[in-house]
């Protein structure tokens, strides 16, 4: 198909909208997903909308991202910041209001590609209304989420059972992991079409510094030993294990280590709260005077941060892919992360980084120690690592077997909910 014959898509990311600043506790790696495909794909010649929930009245409606890109926000209850959990009630608005501004675009969409399960719900109804193709990407998978946290919230039931019918109903479900399609299999449904498609990163923007001038940049001393953190404070991403893992640290007696805690936070708000938790635990190690929390690091600087960094940490309880292992691997820095879902896929232990049990701190500092105590092993691994992704991580890459994706379901007939249950 060449360009000009390419359709019109809509990708739905009812919570994480996808022109918004990236850190914030509501904005991190889906945001950046649907970002990135959206203007790659827009960049091979398809049409791409993409619809978000208005969440403030100084909010753009619409956003021009460039040519055939743009995020569409729909009113759908107040405009105003509404927390995940209590986002479903206002689902139904949202999808009338979509169906509203493809009527008043004069836009047939032919497929639509849902994020999360909320964006999931919003792709089903659409479906029983006109003929759409639906591809859909969980993020996050309640099955996984509720066998982790102690208190499962009153919405469950519902997440859990839309999470069902779009993997036995869409056309396709990516996984962005061989592990996250396993987790599909074994705990949401044996029906359904999985693709693995994994999440990419620009790898032109990560890597295009080395470390000496990353380091000059932020007044870091070419001595001191980095290790970083970057995304949102949840309790989920374990920065906890990473503070006691760098507390514990064999190294800690020279005095060159230096712990970076990146990311957003709203005071009050539960990622606030978290900050402040973790800034508890390291006053209580007395790792003040070496850990400093830039607050959110916003796209310029962010490929200085990981370039300076000697090695990134991601101690995730739960990842389905983790953005942030790719993008540190891009720029050419080592990884130590949690051995668990989609990062035991991009991290290969001993050639890219090293995996250690989630929640370990003990793990955790003897794994940094030995890249830190190893620089020219290190210099390999960030080596490999930036390897590793160009081969098989690039936007352009992603979106290239994403297009293939859409096109080839395109040609086939739809699958309605009778096909589904025959
Ligand atoms: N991020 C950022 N600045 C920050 C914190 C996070 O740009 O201060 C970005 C980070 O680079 C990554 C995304 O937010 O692209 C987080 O995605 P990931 O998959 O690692 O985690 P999620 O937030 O989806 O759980």
Known sequence: ?????????????????????????????????????????????WHVD??????????????EHGPRCRTIRLTAGSEAFVPRQEIFEHCHEFLAQLLRFQEQEGVEYSLVHTNYWLSAWVGMEWKKRQSIKQVHTYHSLGAVKYSSVEAIPAIANTRLEIEKNVLE?????????????????????????IEIIPCGTDI?????????????????????????YVGRFDKRKGIETLVRAVGRSQLRGEGK??????????????????????????????????TCFP??????????????????????HYEPFGLVAIEAMASGTPVVAS??????????????????PAKDDAAFAAAIDRILANPDWSNQLGFWARERVEKMFSWDGVACQLSELYTDLLKQP?????SVKA
Do not use: W
């Not at 929930?53 to 909010?59: D, H, V």
């Not at 739809?414 to 009778?418: G, R, V």
């Open 204 to 228: 032109h923007r990560f890597g295009s510094i080395g470390r000496a001038e990353a380091r000059k940049k932020l007044g870091i001393n070419p001595e001191e030993q980095v290790v970083f």
């Open 414 to 418: 739809a699958k309605t909910l009778a």
């Open 257 to 290: 280590l230096r712990l970076i805690i990146g990311g957003g936070s709203r005071p009050g708000e539960s990622d606030g709260i978290e900050r402040d938790r973790i800034e508890g635990i390291v006053a209580e190690l007395g790792m003040s005077d070496f």
């Open 169 to 193: 109903t869409s056309e396709t479900v990516v996984a962005t992991s061989p592990q996250e399609k396993e987790h599909m299999r074994s705990l949401v449904s044996p029906e359904g079409n």
């Open 295 to 316: 607050g959110r690091i916003g796209d310029e600087l962010l490929p200085i941060y990981y370039g300076a960094a000697d090695v990134c940490v991601v101690p995730s």
């Open 50 to 63: 993409l619809f978000t929930r208005k969440a403030s009245p100084e909010q753009a409606r619409i956003v």
């Open 1 to 45: 198909m060449d360009s000009s014959s390419k359709q019109h898509i809509a990708l739905i990311s009812v919570h994480g909208d996808p022109a918004v600043e990236i850190g914030k506790e509501e904005a991190g790696g889906q945001n950046v997903y649907v970002r990135q495909v959206g203007e790659a794909l827009a960049q091979q010649g």
């Open 339 to 356: 051995d668990v879902g989609g990062l035991q896929f991009t991290v290969v232990p001993e050639q890219t980084g090293l995996l250690a």
